[in-house]
């Protein structure tokens, strides 16, 4: 067979990154058991890899084993004598019902290469998790095994994938390839333009650009690279930029261009493969991530194959806590609008493998794919346009909801993946990027709600309003206001407002004494003596504990309203909270510091009643009148859609940048 029918390779990390082994090789602790009795079946218990039978007097010879020591390459392990590995891993395993659901194969053909004496084992899975062995081949020597898989019973979900017994002390494996069936022919033969946009992450972009490299196949079925460089600190400065790019033997290809944004930065290499022609497919991917190319190829692969013109994203790991499935399955819940998970998040391989995952072998059909690994086809980039301009935040999710109303489908392909800075440190939701959550959310419930007046997002903005004023953050509140009255002036400023909001947003935070981060508590003392919430504290008596979200709303908004804050909790805060303090337990507070979700700073909070009653009345009327103008505005917004988004504005808003030499 040819590269060209490989859907999938086998592949294994550098052992010397043990953080990421077990998504790839599940090996990391086996059990031998030597019994005086036959076990009781029902007793056997899976645990990341471990086969360990509870039986009453029957003892247990356990084998660990460092995964690393068995990898000989990036495509080849030696499995030791009388040891088992499993191939049923997150990069490993193949999901099958993925493949069945969105492309044109009726099944897959596994070839497995190996040496000296062993098992090859192949199960597959059903959506419910259940597992049944599908061949076993005992195999000696330098052999080439093959398995023809149908498709037939992966409706609803399911993963095939394969074990390898030793039965030699030279058993191994040299390489392994899951492969399109004989005569199978992809819808496009296309190439692939990765775009990346960078805004000053010089080093992160720099190491995701030499591991791309490293990939000769991957490189190969590259037309180009794209880096769209929007900081202030030239990547092209580095010392590193010569010798990266040397290494893409002519493939990189750098612009430069002010900083508009994700969705700027994206459109430049959305309107470089419309305008070129030469690509049948772009590749976004964030600059901030790292990622095994194998996922690149596999996405570009799925992409060829799939029946229709089909987006087709990658999951994100968490970059520090590398075991940790961050994103899986996401949807647009169309009544508040608002986007967010249907699986469980921060999965850990590292304590449930795959085959434990029952939720995992079910099939997940998503809305959109964040935009930290996103592939799209170039003639979908044709028919529905480019990005809207939005500079971040939902323009992932706005491109996937117009492009499904153009019956163009997203798929999140389990195997393709990047690793990420997650969301855990973070909490953007009150920053500057509070004007951005805010507006873009409501362009895009404009845009594709199905609900008169917005169903329920303008309520659900009204009460975030509320929320931030009871929890004394008033910058973030201000900035929401600013968001509105943006919305309500229409879609004719988006563009010009990419490079001009920002600097409007940060300026009006600055105005809030919340919005300044303090490295050091010192300039706050004394502090009580019982800082943290959950103790006593002499402010105003203990924390709310058990009272219903009504009753804190009946009696917070009207202290908010009439009662101003104690003059010495002014002078000095009342709390030092952590971050994730809930947020009904913040109201009684006329004062508090509160630290940031990194925790490498607090902010300082102080109740302002003059401020309270002047931000919750603008809300309460932005938020009427948006939901008054419902109608006219999504007439509005809808019309002005295709030009907005269209190669020719862009190209105007774009023209000011530069390719670099």
């Known amino acids: 067979m040819t590269d060209t029918t490989i859907l999938s390779k086998v592949v294994f990390p550098d052992p010397e990154d043990p ?40 003892p247990l010879r356990i084998s660990h084993r460092n995964a690393g020591s068995m990898i000989s390459g990036r495509r080849s392990l030696e499995v030791p004598k009388g040891e088992r590995v499993s191939l049923g891993t997150y990069f490993n395993a193949f999901p099958a019902s993925y493949w069945r659901r969105w492309t044109s194969l009726d099944g897959v053909h596994l070839r497995i290469s190996t040496h000296g004496t062993g098992d090859v084992v192949v199960y ?33 979900g399911g993963w095939y994938w394969f074990d390898l017994v ?9 390489e392994a390839d899951w492969c399109a069936p004989e005569g199978a022919e992809p819808r496009s033969e296309g190439s692939l333009t990765i775009s ?38 030239a990547i092209r400065d580095h010392e590193q930029f010569p010798v990266v790019s040397a290494a893409l033997a002519g493939t990189l290809r750098l612009i430069e261009q002010p900083n508009v944004g994700g969705s700027g930065g994206f459109s430049r290499g959305m309107l470089e493969v419309v305008e070129s022609a030469r690509a049948d497919f772009i590749m976004l991917l964030d600059d901030d991530v790292a990622i095994d190319p194998e996922s690149i190829r596999r996405a570009h692969a799925f992409a060829r194959f799939t029946r229709e013109p089909t ?48 939720w995992m072998h079910r099939r997940f059909d998503v809305d959109y794919n964040g935009w930290w690994m996103s592939l799209i086809p170039r003639t979908v980039l044709e028919e529905i346009g480019l990005s809207l301009p939005l500079f971040i935040k939902w323009d992932d999710a706005e491109y996937s909801l117009r492009a499904a109303e153009h019956g163009v489908r997203t798929v999140s392909l389990p195997g393709a993946a990047v690793w990420h800075v997650s969301w855990v440190d973070k909490d953007d939701s009150r920053d500057w990027q509070a004007f951005y959550h805010a507006r873009n959310r409501l362009v895009a419930g404009l845009l594709h709600s ?41 879609p004719d400023a988006l563009h010009s407002e990419l490079t001009t909001r920002l600097a ?31 103790e006593s504290r002499e402010a105003n008596g203990p924390f709310p504990i058990d009272r219903s979200l009504r009753d804190i709303l009946k009696s917070a908004v009207p202290r908010h309203w009439l009662r101003r804050p104690r003059p010495d909790a002014v002078a000095h805060p009342q709390s030092h909270l952590p971050h994730g303090t809930p947020w009904w337990r913040l109201p009684d507070l006329d004062s508090f510091l509160i630290s940031n979700a990194e925790g490498s700073g607090v902010t300082h909070h102080v109740r302002d009643r003059a401020e309270f009653r002047r931000l919750l009345m603008s809300s309460i009327r932005h938020n009427l009148r948006i939901r008054k103008r419902w109608s006219t505005l999504r007439s509005e917004y809808r019309s002005a859609l295709p030009r907005i988004t269209s190669v020719e504005t862009w190209r105007r808003t774009l023209r000011g940048g530069k390719q670099a030499p």
């Not at 030793?166 to 040299?174: A, E, H, P």
């Not at 986007?339 to 850990?348: E, Q, S």
């Not at 917005?454 to 929401?480: K, Q």
Request: glycine share 8%; proline share 5%; aromatic share 8%.
């Open 19 to 58: 953080d990421i082994l077990p998504l790839y090789v599940d090996v990391d602790e086996w059990t031998e058991v030597v019994t005086t009795k036959e076990p009781d079946p029902r007793a056997v218990r899976h645990r990341r890899g471990v086969i360990a039978q509870e039986v009453e007097a029957s």
């Open 124 to 156: 597959r899975s059903n959506a419910r998790g259940v597992i049944q062995t599908v061949a076993t081949s005992h195999v000696q020597g330098e052999q080439i095994s093959g398995f023809a898989l149908p498709f037939d019973n992966f409706l609803d």
């Open 166 to 174: 030793s039965r030699g002390k030279d058993f191994g494996l040299r």
């Open 196 to 233: 990346i946009t960078t805004l000053n992450r010089t080093a992160y972009c720099l190491a995701l650009l030499a591991s791309i490299a490293a990939d000769v196949d991957t490189v190969a079925g590259l037309d180009e690279i794209l880096v769209v460089d929007q900081g202030s600190e």
């Open 311 to 358: 987006i087709v994203g990658g999951h994100m790991f968490d970059m520090y806590d590398k075991t940790k499935l961050h994103a899986y399955a996401e949807k647009v819940d169309l009544w508040p609008f608002m986007w967010g998970p249907v699986t469980p998040d921060r999965h850990d391989f590292g304590t449930l493998n795959l085959r434990q995952t029952e």
């Open 450 to 490: 199905p609900h008169d007046h917005g169903g329920r997002l303008p309520i659900s903005n009204l009460a975030s309003d509320v929320r931030h004023l009871l929890t004394l953050d008033y910058a973030t509140v201000a900035v929401r206001q600013l968001a509105y009255e943006s919305v309500l002036a229409g």
């Open 504 to 534: 409007q947003v940060r300026g009006t935070r600055a105005e809030y004494a919340e919005s300044t981060l303090h490295k050091d508590t010192a300039a706050f003392e004394p502090l009580p003596a019982t800082a943290y919430f959950g």
